[in-house]
């Protein structure tokens, strides 16, 4: 971040600024550019590794509170730490956008290095107060070892009696024996020969053929949540819609009053408030108020929540859909089919419940993706746990921008207008949310199917048990 923000102090690190009285603008020379470009790199991997361990390193401070018997704890932390990360967007895309318009670009860039250098002196001065774990060698490379092993041992028999195999066990590890899912990677880790198989000191001689139980199990439980990763990844195409919302809140009547009108580029700001917003009231409200009605803690798992959060992903998308048929007939009524920037009678407010919905949704989803990937997987596999949904995002995107295109040629044939027009008066948006609503619909059903074949998590099933206790 200091280094991009030298490009807004040090005038030969940018192209200076254009003619206004000839409007002629020089380009960046390759210095310029290759300066900026490092820098965003920078960024973009610093950003990239603190958001893939900053979760996982805070859920192993509240390790201790799990086993002192407060089932919450880990809940409220993944609530409260995507409310603040809520936050910080909500900072970020009101204050930090009006010092960079109003007060220049030296000091809106200047905010965040200060900012960002009082985070890492927090960090660094909280070091000796933080439960810190030894780092393991790569945990993909051990995944990787676990798929060539199975395979070229392949030809091996599994008994039903796993008592009669002998397998590869880790130093120190309580896991003594492989599950009975996904078995034929039982074979990664069985000891053929212990004379040639295995090293003096108790180590595999190759471990690209032999693999202990453990890598074993890592490997099971990633390949376990993949079906139910996927379904987020569709939430993910849902969330990720956002230019035509811009487009079409551009052409709303926007104003608050008889003065103030809202930027057309904020309005999306009410889906971060409502994220914040849920997590206040579900947490402060819903909750307790629901504990004292029933007489009991009301603990909603992991994949209840995910669920939830695919039920009102397919309703938002419902509603855009709807919305945008009643916005394009007045846009037609009114005689502003060839005019797509100007603003008809509508009152952006017609925008807000499909906001608060995706708000809703994409708290209650990846709240749950979060606590569900930390909760099944081994401590080891904490920093892949969290990065998973940011994979998910990532792809969700890519095949967002799949599907535009793909309808955008489909929908434009023979000279007919398309349904993703840039002229959004003439084009059928809502034909497109209704497809984004089907598969939403698809992405439900799929779900409940991957939830109840993945069968009950480590705390539903004590919660089974109690519950069929007497």
Not at 86 to 105: D, F, K, P, R
Not at 293 to 301: A, E, I, R
Not at 318 to 344: C, F, H, M, Q
Not at 427 to 439: E, K, P, R, V
């Amino acid at each position: 971040m200091f280094l991009f923000w030298l490009t807004s102090v040090i005038p030969q690190a940018r192209p200076p600024p254009c003619v206004d009285s000839t409007n002629i603008c020089r380009s960046a020379e390759m210095f310029q550019l290759f300066f900026l470009c490092f820098s965003l790199g920078i960024v973009a991997i610093g950003v990239a590794a603190f958001k893939s361990t900053s979760l996982a390193f805070g859920s192993d401070q509240l390790k201790w509170e799990l086993h002192q018997e407060n089932p919450r704890a880990m809940e409220r932390y993944f609530s409260w730490y995507y409310a603040l990360y809520a936050l910080s967007l909500v900072i970020a895309l009101t204050c930090l956008v009006y010092i960079q318009v109003n007060m220049g670009w030296a000091l809106g860039f200047g905010a965040p290095v200060l900012l960002m250098l009082f985070a890492t002196l927090s960090i660094y001065l909280g070091t000796p107060f933080y439960v810190k774990l030894k780092p393991k060698p790569s945990l993909m490379a051990g995944l990787f070892q676990v798929v060539v092993a199975a395979y070229r041992n392949r030809c091996l028999r599994l008994s039903s009696e796993s008592a009669a195999i002998l397998y590869h066990q880790k130093k120190g590890s309580t896991i003594v024996l492989p599950s009975e899912k996904l078995r034929f990677l039982n074979k990664a880790c069985i000891v053929q020969d212990p004379q040639l198989d295995l090293s003096s000191d108790g180590e595999a001689t190759d471990p690209w053929r032999l693999c202990t139980v453990d890598q074993v199990e890592e490997l099971k439980a990633l390949l376990k949540v993949v079906p139910i990763w996927l379904t987020g990844v569709v939430l993910a195409i849902n969330i990720s819609q956002t230019s035509f919302p811009v487009l079409q809140v551009n052409t709303m009547d926007r104003h608050i009053g008889s003065s103030f009108e809202i930027p057309a580029a904020s309005f999306g700001i009410f889906i971060v408030i409502s994220g914040i917003l849920w997590i206040v009231l579900y947490d402060c409200l819903i909750f307790p108020v629901a504990s004292k009605l029933t007489g009991k803690p009301v603990h909603f798992s992991t994949k209840q929540r995910m669920g939830f959060g695919l039920v009102l992903s397919f309703l938002s998308v419902l509603v855009v859909a709807v919305v945008e048929g009643v916005w394009r007939n007045i846009a037609i009524t009114e005689g502003y089919s060839d005019d797509p920037k100007g603003v008809i009678p509508m009152s952006a407010v017609w925008l807000l419940p499909q906001n608060c919905l995706t708000g809703f949704a994409e708290a209650l989803n990846a709240i749950g993706q979060n606590e569900f990937y930390i909760s099944v997987f081994p401590r080891s596999m904490s920093s892949i746990a969290a990065s998973l949904i940011g994979l998910g995002m990532g792809v969700g995107n890519l095949l967002a921008s799949f599907l535009m295109n793909t309808i955008d040629n489909l929908t434009k044939r023979e000279g007919q207008e398309s349904w993703i027009s840039s002229n959004i008066n003439k084009g059928h948006y809502d034909y497109y949310y209704l497809i984004l609503a089907g598969f939403s619909l698809v992405n439900m059903l799929c779900y409940i199917v991957c939830s109840r074949a993945y069968g009950p998590c480590k705390g539903e099933e004590e919660e089974m048990k109690e519950e069929e206790d007497p």
